[in-house]
């Protein structure tokens, strides 16, 4: 049953939200504040049980909100149209504002990461860090992906890579379809055991997943907004990523100023996940920089 308390009325939708850490923590005679973390997951048509449970050591330094991005998870159900990058990065600022938060640090994964750089351009100053995982700064990330994938995926994984990536997913059952054939290019070495779990996990939104992969992504690219970013940036990436292959993470670094690129050698799209211990102790020292 929902929570009813874990949603967040905002720019006229309801978003689900979830917490995990305390908000304050003992420390001597006083309780002290932690810093915040929102993790902007990945997708469109996904929600945020991709992160959980790899990010949950994190909470031991922050606390860590995450969002079902509207029409998404949990989330309300709207309109795909509304579903823009500037809607997405608006709706974290509104859920910023919900909560009463100050700055905040943002973690964003694939889609995430391009909803978390439109948020970091459009609200700098709500912004202290900012990690790009696994992402990408513009729509050009397609061609490099096929032609990545051109090079390791199987023959039928090449052919139906277009389906999802062009908007042009039938059904439900043609989404599973999809992601029975093309899962383990996700991963540099994929476990059945870990990769089905995760992979069965999110509440499917094929709207928004369709929409935005036909009318919005193509439009997508902050790469002339990129330079003046302030913040310390951290941006992670796959070696063995087919999606948004380490060449994007490179464009990245070159165009934020304050950046630095953690390449992980043993990884796919998801190195939280495929090197947690690696992730999580890189993540640590550079959210613990200056607390």
């Known amino acids: 049953m929902r929570d009813s ?54 909470s ?36 910023r504002l919900y909560l009463g938060l ?15 750089q439109v948020y970091a351009t459009s609200y700098p100053e709500s912004v202290d ?21 051109s090079r390791v995926g199987r023959p039928e994984q090449i052919a139906k890579i277009p389906e999802l990536f062009e908007g042009n997913i039938r059904d439900d059952d043609h989404l599973e379809e999809w992601w029975t054939v093309c899962w383990d290019l996700y991963w540099h070495d994929y476990q059945d055991d870990i990769g089905g779990d995760t992979g069965s996990r999110p509440i499917g939104s094929l709207d928004v997943c369709n929409y935005t992969f ?22 992670v990436t796959g070696r063995h990523d ?17 950046s630095e690129l953690a390449i992980f050698e043993k990884s796919g799209h998801m190195p939280f996940i495929e090197e947690q211990q690696m992730f999580l102790t890189t993540v640590r020292e550079f959210l613990s920089r200056g607390l």
Not at 102 to 116: D, P, Q
Request: overall charge negative; glycine content about 8%.
């Open 60 to 95: 031991e330094i922050y606390q860590i909100v995450y969002l079902d991005q509207r029409s998404n998870g949990q989330s309300e159900r709207v309109d795909p149209a509304t579903c823009t990058f500037d809607q997405l990065a608006d709706d974290i600022e509104a859920l």
């Open 129 to 149: 860090k900012l990690l790009l995982v696994n992402t990408a700064p513009s729509y050009d990330f397609y061609r490099e992906a096929k032609e990545f994938a």
């Open 5 to 58: 308390n874990m949603f967040a009325a905002i720019n006229g939708t309801k978003l689900y939200f979830d917490i995990e850490g305390s908000g304050y923590i003992p420390v001597g005679p006083k309780m002290v504040k932690k810093p915040v973390l929102v993790a902007v997951h990945g997708g469109p048509g996904s929600d945020h049980s991709d992160f959980k449970p790899f990010l949950t050591p994190l």
């Open 102 to 116: 100050e700055k905040i640090s943002v973690l964003g994964h694939s889609f995430g990461g391009m909803i978390a």
């Open 242 to 258: 087919w999606i948004t292959p380490l060449t994007q993470g490179e464009v990245m670094h070159d165009l934020i100023p304050n």
């Open 214 to 235: 036909k009318h919005l992504m193509p439009l997508y690219d902050v790469r002339a907004k990129l330079p003046a970013l302030k913040m310390p940036t951290l941006i």
